[in-house]
């Protein structure tokens, strides 16, 4: 996935205690667009001067997804990537496999059938997740300008 730098250090506050390292990460997510991995965010962080350890950047990204503040979600190589929410309302994520790009989407077929599904089995609670991959139309673009 392609990285772009990241700077700048204000940032929303951050579950747990809060730390200068803390702090550090939020601002970052607070600046992308695109999602990022958890190594990602700690080179960037390092290569501007912040001194946050792997494990720091690690447990506020997850201090970050239980309180609902970031997206999650998994590359097709498996890796967790992250990115704030720009809306706290339930959604799904179109991904560019090539720069990373994301755009939020609403599936409200998604929605009706996964109720469905639940109430066939008797489950309640229910919770999902759809991501779905594709080439964006700027990366599909530069591949055919190649061609």
């Known amino acids: 996935m392609a990285t772009a730098p990241i700077s700048g250090t204000n940032a929303a506050p951050v579950r747990g205690r809060s730390t200068r390292q803390r702090a550090a990460v939020a601002a970052a997510l607070d600046e992308v667009d695109e999602f990022r991995s958890a190594q990602e965010l700690h080179d960037v962080l390092k290569h501007r001067g912040d001194s946050v350890g792997l494990t720091t950047v690690y447990r506020t990204l997850q201090s970050l997804a239980d309180a609902g503040e970031v997206d999650v979600l998994r590359?097709?190589?498996?890796?967790?990537?992250?990115?704030?929410?720009?809306?706290?309302?339930?959604?799904?994520?179109?991904?560019?496999?090539?720069?990373?790009?994301?755009?939020?989407?609403?599936?409200?077929?998604?929605?009706?059938?996964?109720?469905?599904?639940?109430?066939?089995?008797?489950?309640?609670?229910?919770?999902?997740?759809?991501?779905?991959?594709?080439?964006?139309?700027?990366?599909?673009?530069?591949?055919?300008?190649?061609?």
């Open 75 to 147: 590359t097709t190589e498996g890796e967790a990537v992250y990115r704030r929410c720009s809306t706290g309302d339930h959604h799904h994520h179109l991904v560019c496999r090539l720069c990373g790009k994301a755009v939020e989407v609403e599936g409200p077929a998604v929605e009706q059938w996964a109720e469905m599904i639940a109430d066939q089995h008797g489950y309640v609670n229910v919770a999902h997740t759809v991501e779905v991959f594709g080439t964006c139309s700027e990366c599909a673009g530069n591949a055919e300008k190649k061609a």
